[in-house]
């Protein structure tokens, strides 16, 4: 109750819906948890300045400073972040509902996002000491070792699976318990991954269904990746562990690092003849204020925040920078290459006989289930609802290799029509007319959905500035499905996740595709390919 009454408070409030209580308290100066000095002598000058605190940030800001004769400065232009509500792995659908999140969304869509508020799609992206992770789904995934050493032998050394994964290991503190001794997993490192420890019954259905529709069953983190597994979260016994709390927190004490909450860099400042960074130009509390930086500007504002940050600083393409009178340090195709991993809301499943009792999401934080989840960090408040995954190499994918999956299925605990409260319609923004007539009918039902992804996207958009106000949302031109295999490859996944329910596991739990037509597919003979397509 507690947490629903809150999370609703949370979702509803202030001008644009979005309010947390960190705007009336500053929970970091109550709280400490600025994880850092929080009233640092600022210097002059540091050998390094971090933008944005982020993972990226966060980590370089930490392995930076083990050398006490290094000091650094990290900016973030969010706030600490709020124990409690942040914590808890279920409640990871509200966050994006919080100021925590930038609340981007795309331009309206032709071809996607139809079901969709002004059909246009949510690109949540988060804010605040710990940048994304502090409202992601908390699933450890390392990535394919063909994308990293793709990245290499495209002109980045340094970044082969080989070169990376000692750095995985390194970070890592894996508490697994089937793969803990494969060797791709060590203990000891500063970031927590463990094993969920609730899952519905829908999930040892699904891995062992997908086994005997021919899956292997792998370590998703290990080099073999075509086959189905239980998900690895970023929890410390069922926590969510952010960046922040994994890469600052232990090194609060460090004196040669400062860490400015609420400071929004602004611009990077170079030294034009020699075209170095030399500086960055931010603002805390309606000033203005430079900082120098004797070695590096690091830039880690995120995918976005980063490409928007250069270009402001006049370092991108010539002819955008100039028609918006912005002084052009550095001509570079910054902004150009945007690719998104494009997913389903779907499809969903009714289960005739369950074998748990678990109909809503409000079985989730039932009374006993957040005494369970408070007092011994178990229950299904600890499920981050995401998991277990199946990767599916699509005939539609770029790469030939017959091993290098395009179509990640993430099995959900429920589906998208289990929560009274706006917060999982905020987080897809599905529309009410869909919502209605195709979610909310199965609220008191045991149904649950998956969520294919498609991880190589053909489609290439692009991230542009739309003023110079630093403070503007980038403006992103990106047209889901503009290559048409991109909606091909989601489809096959789709019939791939569905023959998978059609195996003895799922059947005997009488398992069905729920067979109600989406709104505006009417016309498609059902559980076609044209029909998913
Ligand atoms: C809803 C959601 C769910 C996700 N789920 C998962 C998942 O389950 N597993 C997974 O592996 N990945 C997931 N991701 C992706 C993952 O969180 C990101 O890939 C990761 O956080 C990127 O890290 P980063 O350090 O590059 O940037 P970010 O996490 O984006 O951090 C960038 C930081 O820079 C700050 N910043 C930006 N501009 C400025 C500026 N001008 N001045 C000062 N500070 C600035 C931002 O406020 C932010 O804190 C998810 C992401 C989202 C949004």
């Known amino acids: 109750l507690g947490v629903n009454i809150l999370v609703n408070q949370l979702t509803k409030l202030g001008p644009n819906g979005n309010y947390t209580l960190g705007d009336s308290v500053d929970f970091s100066k109550i709280l400490g948890l600025d994880y850092g000095d929080r009233n640092p002598i600022l210097r002059d000058a540091y050998d390094f300045i971090v933008v944005g605190a982020g993972p990226a940030g966060c980590v370089v800001a930490n392995r930076l400073t083990e050398n ?62 710990g940048g994304s992770t502090i409202i992601n789904n908390m699933i450890y995934t390392r990535g394919n070792f063909r994308d990293y050493d793709m990245w290499n032998a495209s002109g980045n050394p340094g970044w082969s699976y080989a070169d990376v994964l000692p750095y995985f290991l390194k970070s890592e503190n894996a508490n697994l318990k089937e793969f803990q001794s494969n060797g791709f997993h060590r203990k000891g490192g500063y970031l927590s991954v463990e094993d969920a420890d609730f899952l519905t019954s829908i999930a040892p259905a699904f891995v062992e269904s997908a086994k005997q529709a021919g899956f292997k069953y792998i370590d998703y983190n290990s080099k073999d990746q075509l086959g189905v597994s239980y998900f690895q979260h970023n929890t410390k016994n069922s926590v969510r562990v952010t960046s922040a709390r994994a ?66 600083s006049g370092v991108g393409p010539k002819l955008d920078l100039e028609n918006l009178d912005i002084k052009v340090i550095h001509e570079l195709p910054v902004g150009e290459t945007l690719y998104e991993h494009p997913g389903v809301i779907g499809p969903v499943f009714i289960v005739r006989n369950p074998k748990d009792n678990i109909v809503n999401i409000h079985d989730f934080d039932s009374i006993p289930a957040l005494l369970k989840y408070f007092l011994l960090k178990d229950g299904p408040l600890s499920s981050p609802l995401t998991e277990a995954v199946a990767y599916v190499k699509s005939p539609y994918s770029p790469k030939e290799d017959p091993e290098w999956p395009d179509v990640e299925i993430i099995q959900v605990g429920i589906q998208l029509g289990d929560d009274a409260s706006p917060g999982a319609q905020n987080y897809f923004r599905v529309n009410d007319s869909i919502l209605s007539s195709y979610f909310k009918p199965l609220f008191n039902t045991r149904a649950f959905m998956f969520l294919p992804l498609l991880m190589h996207s053909r489609t290439k958009g692009s991230l542009k500035l739309k003023s110079t106000n630093p403070y503007n949302h980038p403006l992103f031109k990106y047209q889901y499905f503009e290559d048409d295999r991109d909606a091909k490859a989601l489809a096959y996944g789709i019939q791939v996740a569905i023959n998978i329910t059609r195996q003895k596991p799922f059947v005997d739990m009488g398992v069905e595709l729920y067979a109600v037509k989406l709104p505006g597919c009417e016309s498609f003979q059902f559980d076609t390919f044209e029909y998913w397509e």
């Open 247 to 312: 890469f600052l927190k232990p090194i609060a004490e460090r004196k040669n690092l400062h860490i400015l909450t609420r400071a929004w860099v602004t611009k990077v400042l170079f030294d034009e003849s020699t075209k170095t960074a030399i500086g960055v130009e931010y603002t805390r509390n309606k000033q203005r204020f430079t900082a120098r930086a004797t070695r590096e500007v690091i830039l880690s504002a995120g995918a976005f925040g980063s490409a928007k940050l250069l270009m402001l």
């Open 68 to 129: 006490p004769n290094v000091n650094v400065l990290l900016l973030e232009l969010g706030r600490a972040e709020i124990p409690i509500v942040q914590d808890i792995p279920a409640a990871f659908l509200y966050q994006p509902s919080t100021d925590y999140n930038f609340g981007y969304l795309t331009e309206p869509q032709r071809e996607a996002c139809l079901g969709l508020m002004e059909k246009r799609c949510a690109w949540h992206h988060g804010r605040g000491l």
